[in-house]
C-alpha cells in the first residue's frame, strides 16, 4: 500500500510560516505519478477539511480560507507533496494530513500537529 509521512509541524505564532512535507513511498513511481496528492486538516472537535490538492500535472485547488496564504506544491520524482503556509493565523491550528487520491480507499498520512498561538 502507498504510505505517507508527514513532517514540518510546530508551533508559531500568528503570521509566521511552516512548511509541511508528505514523503509517499511503498508504491510505483507511476502510481504516485497518475495520483492527486492533497492536505486535510482536523482541529478538536471537529469534522476533517480539505485544505488544498494538486493533480500529477501541477493544477492546484484550495479552500478559500487558504488561498492566498497556503501554497502546495508536488515533486513526482522525489515523491514528495509540500504545503508552503504562510501568514498562518491561529484558527489553522490543527493536525495536518497528507492524502493520496487511490481508490478505491484513499490513502492518508498519520499527520503532523500545526500550532499557531501567540
Known amino acids: 500500500q502507498l504510505q505517507l509521512v508527514e513532517s514540518g509541524g510546530g508551533l508559531v505564532q500568528p503570521g509566521g510560516s511552516l512548511r509541511l512535507s508528505c514523503v509517499a513511498s511503498?508504491?510505483?513511481?507511476?502510481?504516485?505519478?497518475?495520483?492527486?496528492m492533497g492536505w486535510y486538516r482536523q482541529a478538536p472537535g471537529k469534522q476533517r477539511e480539505l485544505v488544498a490538492t494538486i493533480t500529477a500535472g501541477g493544477t492546484t485547488n484550495y479552500a478559500s480560507s487558504v488561498k492566498g496564504r497556503f501554497t502546495i506544491s508536488r515533486n513526482n520524482e522525489q515523491k514528495i507533496v509540500n504545503l508552503q503556509m504562510d501568514s498562518l493565523k491561529p484558527e489553522d491550528t490543527a493536525i495536518y494530513y497528507c492524502?493520496?487520491?487511490?481508490?478505491?480507499?484513499?490513502?492518508w498520512g498519520r499527520g503532523t500537529q500545526v500550532t499557531v498561538s501567540s
Open positions: 492524502n493520496a487520491n487511490t481508490s478505491p480507499v484513499a490513502s
Open positions: 511503498g508504491t510505483s513511481g507511476i502510481r504516485f505519478l497518475i495520483t492527486v
